[in-house]
Structure formats: structure tokens, C-alpha cells
């Protein structure tokens, strides 16, 4: 069985960083994307930023380019999410997310790409 635990959620003071870990436990595939999502109260789950195990490509979304970065552990199944220059609108909760795919964009675009689900980690950002 397939495990997502995600770790490093958090309280922050707006222009803080966190950063996210989550493992990928029980998994045997040599070739995925894994990545994080975020939910807001009364907003859409949406992709943030998703990376492909093999190439290593990655997908992110407007409103996190260039603050957050992305990185994989493969020997470990390990992504990351580095986040930088916090804010506000950062708060939510932030929800792993793994599928069976080359492409990071693929991954974070499309919920029909998500195989597996990890349980959500809360980041809030006081102003």
C-alpha cells in the first residue's frame, strides 16, 4: 500500500520560508511525478508545483514561481518544497500528491494524473 506523509507545515510571519517534505512509502515505480497541491477555505484544490522522478522536470504555478522551489530525493522518494518570501495567500492546507507520470505539469494539472493522495499539512501566513 502506498503512503504519502508529508511533513514541515507550519506557521509562518509573512516573508518567512518553510519547507515541505513528503515521502512516498510502499512504492516500487521507477518512473512518477510527484508534487504538492494547496486548498484555501472556499478555494479549489490547485496545483502548485510538481517534479518527474526520471528527468527531473517540473511544473509551477504563477503564483509560486520563482519563491518556491521543488526537489526530489530519488533514493528516498522524497519531494521537497522549498518556500520563500511567504505570504498571506500562501495559507492554506497543502496536500501531496503522486501519479504515474513522465511530466511534472502533468501531474499538477490534472487530477485524473494523481494516483495517491497524502494527508494535507497546514501553512498559515499572518500579515
Not at 518553510?18 to 515521502?23: D, G, I, M, P, Y
Not at 502548485?48 to 530525493?73: E, H, L, M, Q, W
Not at 492554506?92 to 494524473?113: I, K, N, P, R
Amino acid at each position: 500500500e502506498v503512503q504519502l506523509q508529508a511533513s514541515g507545515g507550519g506557521v509562518v510571519q509573512a516573508g518567512g520560508s518553510l519547507k515541505l517534505s513528503c515521502a512516498a512509502l510502499g512504492f516500487t515505480f521507477d518512473d512518477y511525478a510527484i508534487g504538492w497541491y494547496r486548498q484555501a477555505p472556499g478555494k479549489e484544490r490547485e496545483g502548485i508545483s510538481c517534479i518527474a522522478s526520471g528527468d527531473g522536470n517540473t511544473y509551477y504555478s504563477d503564483s509560486v514561481k520563482g519563491r518556491f522551489t521543488i526537489s526530489i530525493d530519488n533514493t528516498k522518494n522524497t519531494v521537497y518544497l522549498q518556500m520563500n518570501s511567504l505570504k498571506p495567500e500562501d495559507t492554506a492546507v497543502y496536500y501531496c500528491a503522486l501519479g504515474l507520470s513522465d511530466y511534472g505539469e502533468e501531474a499538477c494539472t490534472y487530477y485524473s494524473a494523481v494516483d495517491w493522495w497524502g494527508e494535507g499539512t497546514q501553512v498559515t501566513v499572518s500579515s
